[in-house]
């Protein structure tokens, strides 16, 4: 469970102060896939970084599982990143001359898996992510967009974060690659209890996960739903 309090970041933009996140609180049920959105410059990736404890609030906090992340020290900072999120981003950001299974098995290493341990959970993420068998030791940069983004959402999943943020990751895909990537969302959202939480443009693709909240002028606001649409 996710507990956003109060969260405040600030920026200087030359003599002006902006705050992109201006008192935004909300909560996510463990396993639930959540959507923003909000126009371009609305503060979206930074509400993300905030949560991967990529960036620090001015004020404000984020608590997970228990664990305020305003009161951990940078060490445990780095840990909860490695450990417990899971990022997914627009560029995909997979390393382009390592293969798929290499790629998903990074995050592992820095976690200390061995080796072996690494290779066979690659290869099963690979797989849940269904990228085509024959492409799992194709270096990435051979890949298409769509299938570098079934790989860079395997590695999000590969130390089993409690986390998944994911910034815009159909933004570089076509509309049908990218409602793919939504259902792939969803499903692991249902089978691995992973909360999901991705900022998205595109209002169709909003409208098919279980909650969807607004980023406007600093606050979130979530849209009411009628019905379920899992
Ligand atoms: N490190 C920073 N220093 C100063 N200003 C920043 C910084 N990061 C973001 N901003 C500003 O904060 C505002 C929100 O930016 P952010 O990137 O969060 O928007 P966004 O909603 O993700 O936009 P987009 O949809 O275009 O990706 C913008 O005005 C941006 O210029
Ligand atoms: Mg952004």
Do not use: W
């Amino acid at each position: 469970m996710i507990v956003v309090k109060d969260l405040v970041r600030q920026f200087k933009s030359g003599d002006r102060t902006i705050k992109p996140v201006n008192g935004v609180s909300f909560e996510l049920e463990k396993g639930s896939l959540a959507s923003i959105v909000g126009k371009s410059g609305s503060g979206k990736s930074t509400l993300l970084s905030l949560l991967g404890a990529l960036d620090k609030p001015t004020s404000g906090d984020v608590v997970v599982d228990g664990v305020s992340l305003a009161g951990l020290p940078d060490g445990k900072l780095t840990e909860y990143r490695r450990r417990d999120i899971g990022f997914v981003f627009q560029q995909f950001n997979l390393i382009p001359n390592l293969s798929a299974v290499d790629n998903v098995m990074l995050p592992m290493e820095f976690a200390g898996v061995r080796k072996a341990a690494r290779l066979q959970r690659a290869k099963e993420l690979l797989e849940q992510v269904q990228l085509d068998p024959e492409k799992h030791s194709r270096r990435t940069n051979r890949l298409s967009g769509g299938e570098q983004q079934r790989v860079a959402i395997a590695r999000a999943l590969a130390n089993e974060p409690k986390l998944i943020l994911a910034d815009e990751p159909t933004g570089n895909l076509d509309e049908q690659t990218g409602e793919h990537i939504i259902e792939l969302l969803s499903s692991l959202s249902r089978d691995h209890n992973t909360t999901i939480l991705v900022v998205t443009h595109d209002r169709s693709l909003a409208k098919k996960t279980e909650r969807c909240f607004r980023l406007q002028q600093g606050r979130l606001t979530e849209e009411v739903r009628t019905e379920s649409r899992r």
